[in-house]
């Protein structure tokens, strides 16, 4: 059995988060109602959150990546810059 692979997306930006969000659901073939009730959200919450509005609560864009299927991981940035401005 093969592992499924991992497709990595820097994000940079509320609409970028929105835009694989938006992806996921399609290839679901979810219409928003369906996705935002098995998300355990509202349907303004998730066409807000799918149109990256930079406001959406964080809890429940949580609720909506874990509820398609998606992770979401964070990882340092390089040069990552010290506290006193130097790059370490």
């Known amino acids: 059995m093969s592992k ?3 497709t990595l ?13 938006r992806d996921a ?11 935002a009730l098995l998300c355990g959200v509202g349907i ?4 807000d959150l799918e149109n990256g509005k930079e406001t959406v609560r964080l ?9 398609l299927g998606l992770a979401l991981m964070i990882d340092r940035k390089h040069p990552f810059w010290s506290k006193d401005g130097r790059r370490t």
């Open 44 to 47: 303004r919450y998730l066409s």
């Open 59 to 67: 809890g429940p864009a949580l609720k909506v990546i874990a509820g």
């Open 9 to 21: 997306i820097e994000l940079t930006s509320a609409k970028d988060l929105g835009a694989v969000i």
């Open 4 to 6: 499924p692979t991992t």
């Open 25 to 35: 659901r399609k290839a679901m073939a979810l219409r928003q109602a369906e996705a």
